[in-house]
């Protein structure tokens, strides 16, 4: 021992370490021995429970049926809401699809027919040729005639539609929110944490209420679409906004101009290049929407994936998903070339004749007229024959059941082994665990990392859980999740050391993980569910498919910063391949590692709750009843259990990964 | 202090302090040291400064990097507020006027030109000229033909479809100054306008710069961080060190009179003939023209190492002119000579 006093960081973290001890022995005592004199901490009395979903049930009655503003009552604001969504929407439908029609229901006639495939194929290759070149417009091209040679076209176009109708709105209320959050600080310190609940509470928790308040149909589903599409809008708008340089906001001042103009005539236009992330992420948002919106009406191909995995036809449910995939990539590419477009001169055109000056869209025009003609005479420029299409789904279904039949033995041991020596297990303890016990750890836990005020947070957030009574379905979703997440970084960070050193297989493993994340949720289902039937494997299985990429992605990232003076510092030390990489590159990449972790945790919850379809019975299982059953506080109430969980892990390794990054010097 | 009566801008005792409650702290300390600042956690910016920019003048702040200048000149035109002190236009304080006075000033008489430009990346050139022009609301025909007037000016003409990133740097500054001079200004600022540029281009647009205002005579603040940048613009040039000015004079005081060691250190190495005017060397303009006749004319601010070149093709005597052709005095070859032997 030293005669001198330790430093006081070291007291603290000397007496922390004891507290850690002791709290851990008690909570083992606790466990082993607890259960006869405190079995409340075990099972939570349902005498104690909080009637929350009750209340917040009973709230939304009152607002549909009582509620008013004074001039109007909430649900005139919501058929107003749900009326300036319709015009536009049976407007596209109407163009896209079914052609504009007169008269209701099955005596309607049609005036006009829609486009024809010819038409719209031809509209979509000028926009690609006209944003990226011919490369685009050659892949667009072949992507739409996918959709119409697959026989996916009718359902395609409506889901196209209301993309194309859902995507203004998210962008533009996004772009709105942005601007005032960046105007006012009040309003950013309001909004940060609505922002911060609607990314982590699962989509399903809110399609509840939206049901119960517009009902079921298309316009219910564009406004879940546009509710679930829209917060990263408002994120990237502050980021652009605050990203536009100084100098530019001094010359709007310097040149005078009032609020707005500064707003929509500087700002706006300087940070078009941050917006237009947001822009191409509304799409793909919306695009990852189409399934789930399908269970409130959407239709189209959301529809047809969620009606084939109901009847487990696993070669529709694939086309299906694979056409959503198609139209995916298509709308990507496209924004994205919208986006990386610059403004170009062009010589003085004035004096030509009008095609001349837009050869696009008089082509496109003219094709549009002729094709239409021509359609009233001939079926198949109007509409693609069905007798043309090829179907995949026969050989689907057959690769399928060619595995089953040759390879069940081996996966459904596979399966047994790890349910019973991996997952049960753990599932076990978990529920086994008292919940004060829990809170108590997960408060210490959030001390040591962040404080007082993380500490509460954490300990009240886990509470809530145990005293809305879902406790043990929460500790199954903390399993489930947890199993995978462990699973995707065993396997994703591996993947990222070796591919972090390795330009070439940096560059296949990055395009391999774009289109792992291109992909909607719902398509890992299919495979999944198709080898290993329902249940929690198979949930596992697709989960940790859809939430590896960021343990990949950060992985090798973290390590490619690594500033490459201190890896040649090791090398001139003489330290081996092995010890360069545990002893500096890995010790420094591990604040962004975590970070990755973290980022799979949150898709690993969003996805395990879209698993309650293939029957796991957590609070994803309990969200999608509440929403069979248009029960808006049961689905609320679980879907704030998912979200605080996602919260608690977020904050516990975000303030994780700071202590780190300040003790190993990196910036702040 | 007094006010010098032909200014158009002046600073009255100016200060900017950065951090928490600064207005509070200069209340209470009035006039505080650097101590006393760093002590309360401040970052002083601009200390005390008083200045009068006179009407059609190129003033020069020149500084390095960091000792103000660019606050000194963000608080004249108010888009940073001073902490304390006067801003003076046309003898009204700015730091008086309304947010409605104030975009009023900034739109018709004060123009800014940047370091990076500024551009608004999604206007062409002629988008970009005419902006000033658009926020004041004219219409579209009326605003065009004025932006159109000014691209001339800056030689620019046949780009006006062009988009910024279609141009190189010192065409895109050339935009920028076309933007701030398209509502004619009377106070013309420019903050390090040919600091991003290659040193060939600088040259050039200095010339361009100079050959702009002989035509419109503007008032103007040009900050640089360039000595030989600052005397080869300058009719007056101040000095800043650590928030402070130094010393304000003409290129000829700073480089004959330096009041500080600070000042002294920047001029050493300057030529003397680089900086030296006719109008320093030049002798009584004399009732008759002398015996061989002039060499030739030359401006009252011609440097020295011009004359050399022009006396040593021609031995003669040269008059020199005011700015209306007015002959004021005489410079001869010995005068150059010397000048040039000093160094
Ligand atoms: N907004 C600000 N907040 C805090 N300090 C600032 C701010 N703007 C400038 N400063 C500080 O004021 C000093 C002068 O800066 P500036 O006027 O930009 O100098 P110059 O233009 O001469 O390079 C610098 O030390 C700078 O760090
Ligand atoms: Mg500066």
């Known amino acids: ?43 939570y009395p349902r005498a104690w429970q909080l009637p929350l979903k009750r209340e917040i049930s009973d709230f939304m009655k009152w607002l549909v049926e009582d509620a008013s503003f004074g001039l109007f009552s909430f649900t005139e604001l919501t058929r107003g809401i749900a009326w300036l969504l319709d015009i536009p929407f049976t407007i596209a439908t109407s163009i896209l699809s079914s052609g504009f029609l007169k008269g209701q229901g099955s005596d309607a006639v049609q005036i006009l027919p829609p486009l024809t495939w010819i038409a719209v194929i031809a509209i979509v290759v000028a926009l690609g040729r006209y944003a990226g070149g011919w490369k685009l417009a050659a892949l667009v091209g072949a992507c739409f005639s996918y ?13 196209l539609s209301s993309i194309i109708i859902a995507v203004p709105f998210g962008v533009f209320g996004g772009l709105v929110l942005g601007i005032a959050a960046h105007r006012w600080s009040l309003f950013e310190t309001l909004i940060k944490p609505v922002l911060d609940l609607m990314q982590t509470v699962p989509v399903f928790a809110y399609l509840v209420p939206i049901l ?25 708008t502050m980021l652009a906004l605050r990203q536009v340089p100084g100098e530019v906001i001094d010359l709007g001042k310097m040149t005078g101009c009032s609020p707005r103009q500064m707003t929509w005539k500087v700002m706006v236009p300087s940070a078009r290049d941050g917006l237009m ?11 990852n929407m189409v399934i789930i919106a399908s269970m409130i009406g959407a239709g189209g191909l959301g529809y047809d994936v969620l009606a084939s995995l109901r009847r487990l036809d696993i070669g529709a449910g694939v086309e299906a998903g694979v056409a959503i995939v198609v139209l995916a990539i298509a709308l990507d590419r496209l924004s994205q070339a919208f986006a990386n477009r610059r403004p170009e001169h062009y010589e003085a055109l004035a004096g030509t004749s009008f095609f001349k000056r837009n050869p696009y869209t008089s082509t496109c025009l003219a094709i549009v007229l002729v094709t239409g003609f021509a359609g009233l005479a001939m079926g198949w420029v109007q509409t693609w024959p069905e007798s043309w299409s090829i179907t995949t789904g026969t050989f689907w279904s057959e690769v399928v059941s060619y595995i089953n039949v040759n390879y069940f033995d081996q996966l459904e041991a596979v399966k047994t082994f790890v349910l019973l020596n991996l997952m049960i297990p753990f599932k076990r303890f978990l529920i086994s665990l008292p919940w004060p016990v829990v809170a108590g750890l997960l408060g210490l836990a959030g001390y040591s990392l962040g404080g007082w005020r993380l500490a509460v947070l954490c300990a009240v957030l886990t509470t ?9 379905k929460a500790m199954v979703t903390v399993y489930l999740c947890g199993i995978s997440v462990i699973i995707a970084c065993a396997i994703g960070i591996p993947i990222g050391i070796a591919a972090a050193g390795r330009d070439r297989l940096w560059r296949v493993v990055q395009v391999l993980i774009d289109t792992l994340q291109t992909l909607p949720s719902f398509v890992y289902l299919m495979p999944v569910v198709m080898l290993f039937r329902v249940g929690d494997f198979a949930a596992m ?6 939430a590896i990429a960021p343990a990949i992605r950060y992985t090798a990232h973290g390590l490619r910063q ?30 962004e590692i975590m970070l990755g972790i973290n980022q799979t945790i949150m898709l690993a919850l969003s996805m395990l709750v879209i698993t309650a379809l293939v029957g796991t019975r957590e609070l994803g299982q309990e969200v999608y009843i509440a929403l069979t059953k248009a029960d808006t506080g049961r689905g609320i109430v679980a879907g704030l259990c998912v979200a605080f969980i996602a919260i608690i892990a977020d904050r516990l390794i975000t303030a994780g990964a700071n202590r780190m990054k300040a003790r190993l010097g990196l910036q702040n | 202090m007094k006010t010098d009566d032909l200014a158009k801008l002046s600073c009255r005792s100016v200060w900017k302090l950065f951090g928490n409650d600064s207005d509070g702290f200069l209340r ?36 390095l990097s960091g000792s103000g200048k660019s606050t000194l000149v963000r608080c004249m035109s108010r888009l940073v507020e001073p902490t304390a002190g006067e801003i003076l236009f046309n003898g009204q304080d700015l730091l008086q006027a309304s947010d409605k006075e104030m975009i009023e000033i900034r739109r018709h008489r004060m123009g800014m030109v940047f370091q990076h430009f500024a551009l608004l990346p999604h206007l062409s050139v002629l988008g970009n000229v005419a902006f000033p022009l658009e926020v004041q609301g004219l219409d579209k025909a009326t605003r065009e033909a004025q932006a159109r007037e000014v691209i001339e000016l800056v030689g620019l003409e046949g780009r006006e479809a062009y988009y910024p990133r279609e141009l190189s740097g010192g065409q895109q500054q050339r935009v920028g100054i076309a933007r701030s001079l398209a509502v004619e200004p009377e106070l013309w600022f420019l903050d390090e306008p040919f600091s991003a540029l290659d040193p060939l281009i600088r040259r050039e647009m200095q010339d361009e710069f100079l050959r702009i205002q002989s035509v419109l005579k503007k008032t103007i603040v040009f900050i640089t961080h360039d000595f030989d940048e600052a005397i080869r613009l300058a009719d007056r040039i101040a000095i800043m060190k650590d928030g402070k000015v130094d010393q304000t004079g003409t290129p000829e005081d700073l480089v004959m009179r330096p009041a500080t060691d600070y000042v002294a250190e920047f001029t050493r190495e300057v030529a003397k003939a680089k900086v030296l005017s006719a109008r320093a060397i030049m002798g009584p303009p004399g009732k008759r023209a002398p015996k061989g006749g002039f060499g030739g004319d030359v401006g009252l601010r011609t440097k020295v190492s011009e004359l050399a070149a022009r006396v040593s093709a021609d031995p003669r005597p040269l008059a020199v002119l005011d700015d209306d052709g007015e002959r004021v005095g005489i410079v001869t070859r010995d005068a150059v000579i010397s000048v040039l032997l000093e160094g």
């Open chain 1, 1 to 43: 021992m030293s005669s001198q006093d330790p430093a006081p960081e070291e007291i603290s973290s000397n007496t922390l370490r004891w507290v850690w001890a002791a709290a851990l022995a008690a909570s083992l005592a606790f466990w082993l021995f607890a259960k006869p004199y405190a079995p409340w901490a075990f099972k």
């Open chain 1, 147 to 159: 959709l119409a040679i697959f026989g996916q076209w009718e359902s395609a176009m409506i889901t």
């Open chain 1, 212 to 236: 119960f308040m517009f009902g079921f149909g298309p316009v219910s589903a564009m406004v879940a679409t546009i509710v679930y599409a829209m917060p990263p809008m408002v994120r990237i």
């Open chain 1, 277 to 287: 992330i947001g822009v191409n992420q509304v799409i793909m948002l919306s695009l």
């Open chain 1, 464 to 472: 809530f859980m145990a005293v809305v009574g879902l406790w043990s």
């Open chain 1, 541 to 546: 299985i697709a989960v940790i498919a859809y």
């Open chain 1, 562 to 591: 690594v500033d490459p003076q201190l890896v040649e510092a090791g090398i001139v030390a003489g330290c081996t391949r092995w010890q360069l990489l545990r002893k500096i590159q890995l010790k420094l990449a591990i604040p």
């Open chain 2, 28 to 63: 209470r300390t009035p006039n505080p040291s650097s101590e006393d600042i760093a002590a309360a956690g401040l970052i002083a910016a601009v200390k005390d400064v008083s200045l009068d920019i006179r009407d059609g003048e190129i003033f020069v702040i020149m500084g």
